[in-house]
Nanobody, 130 residues
Framework: QVQLVESGGGLVQAGGSLRLSCAAS????????MGWFRQAPGKEREFVAC????????YYGDSVKGRFTISRDNAKNAVYLQMNSLKPEDTAVYYC???????????????????????WGQGTQVTVSS
């Protein structure tokens, strides 16, 4: 029903920047909260950032707070993740995800759990060299 396709990943040196994009298609996308998660080989999937359907609320994982910025453009059916001051430990596959039914209020931590998300993209590789 909802298709998500990430792009923008690649190889970058430590301290550099990348912007990931997530293109969405399907109905009711404007009503979905969106999130970014990442997973490195042999490690668990980690919450990175999320944004409410209107874009008025955002939350970030502790490891990326102050360096990453999530945004969305509902007119373009797109979500973005601006990543600055990249570190080697940011190396992972990054996934875009859509949450159809958020908990109210949006600040509830259940909205930042991977299990809350209903649709996932295929992922895009980000590699940060030292």
């Amino acid at each position: 029903q909802v298709q998500l396709v990430e792009s923008g990943g690649g190889l970058v040196q430590a301290g550099g920047s990348l912007r990931l994009s997530c293109a969405a298609s399907g109905h009711t996308f404007r009503n979905y909260a969106m999130g970014w998660f990442r997973q490195a080989p042999g490690k668990e999937r980690e919450f990175v950032a999320c944004i409410s359907w209107s874009g008025s609320s955002t939350y970030y994982g502790d490891s990326v707070k102050g360096r990453f910025t999530i945004s969305r453009d509902n007119a373009k059916n797109a979500v973005y993740l601006q990543m600055n001051s990249l570190k080697p430990e940011d190396t992972a596959v990054y996934y875009c995800a859509a949450d159809r039914d958020t908990v109210v209020p949006y600040s509830d931590p259940r909205n930042r759990e991977a299990g809350a998300y209903d649709y996932w993209g295929q992922g895009t590789q980000v590699t940060v060299s030292s």
